[in-house]
């Protein structure tokens, strides 16, 4: 049985950097929000077969359908403790992003399978925020293209596809070869780590940058704020309400960082390149 230190936050700092907490505010509610915490150990337990479990107080920690929360990976089991090795007095759920991730997975209440999840994802190509360019004002034009345009021709190339931005209204068209190509990339990823992926890019509004996330091309907190690019010019322009925009963009750096935490600890070996999948 290994136990949860703060040696943890070592194999999580590639994760993290420079966010290293899971708590900030969230934005949804739980069925059970926050209780009093009820336990003084946390630990990582060998369930054999390659699994593992996480333990409180010797008590096997449960998913929401009452299934015991078992994974095939040992670092994800020892940063789902270090989840709950953070609660502090109260026990906050609905921050506690990696854990909710991993058991909506493994319980799968709507029963969804890999393609249904990489379809889900690909229907974010045509609204993709970094495809969607203003026509004005010139500086958050150049803006956009001096952010963005590199992170679109980065995917471009890693996935064989030609995506282009628009100044319009309307949708980009998107070929049905890129979208199949695409659809190859996110198939290679396991069911765990597709979990992981679609949360990102639901979070980013953009499957460009959760997959840029997703091979470490991005930190965490490049995306977040490529993805807010439009608003924060805004913000800076216009004036912005105090303390909510911060609160709102540590809330979306929280939850991309679970996922990429989920995504990389998910893969059972180096992502492959997507030139070597095709």
Not at 43 to 70: C, I, M, N, Y
Not at 268 to 276: G, H, V
Request: with cysteine; glycine share 4%; proline share 4%.
């Amino acid at each position: 049985m290994a136990v949860c230190s703060r040696g943890f936050r070592l194999l999580l700092r590639p994760f993290l950097r420079p966010v290293e907490a899971l708590g900030a505010p969230a934005r949804c509610s739980s069925a059970l929000t926050s209780r009093k915490r009820f336990y003084r150990k946390t630990s990582v337990l060998d369930a054999g077969g390659g699994l593992w479990e996480v333990t409180l107080d010797q008590k096997r920690v449960r998913t929401p359908a009452g299934q015991v929360l078992r994974v095939d990976n040992e670092s994800l089991a020892l940063a789902l403790c270090h989840e709950w090795d953070s609660q502090k007095d109260t026990i906050n759920l609905s921050a506690m992003h990696l854990h909710g991730l991993v058991t909506t997975a493994l319980d799968n209440p709507n029963k969804l399978t890999k393609m249904d999840l990489a379809n889900s994802i690909i229907q974010y190509i045509e609204t993709d925020t970094v495809l969607f360019h203003s026509e004005e004002p010139e500086d958050l034009k150049t803006l956009q293209a001096e952010r963005w345009n590199p992170v679109l021709a980065w995917f471009n190339d890693v996935m064989n596809t030609s995506l282009r931005y628009t100044t319009s209204i309307e949708p980009p068209e998107v070929s049905v070869s890129d979208k199949q190509a695409v659809q190859r990339y996110l198939l290679s990823h396991s069911f765990l780590a597709l979990h992981g992926l679609s949360y990102a890019t639901d979070v980013l509004k953009s499957i460009v940058l959760g997959a840029a996330v997703a091979r470490r091309h991005l930190t965490v907190p490049e995306a977040v704020l490529l993805s807010r690019l439009e608003e924060d010019f805004q913000c800076d322009h216009w004036g912005r309400v105090e303390w909510s925009h911060d609160i709102s963009q540590e809330d979306a750096q929280a939850r991309v960082a679970a996922a990429s935490i989920l995504i990389q600890l998910s893969m059972p070996s180096p992502i492959a390149t997507q030139k070597s999948i095709n």
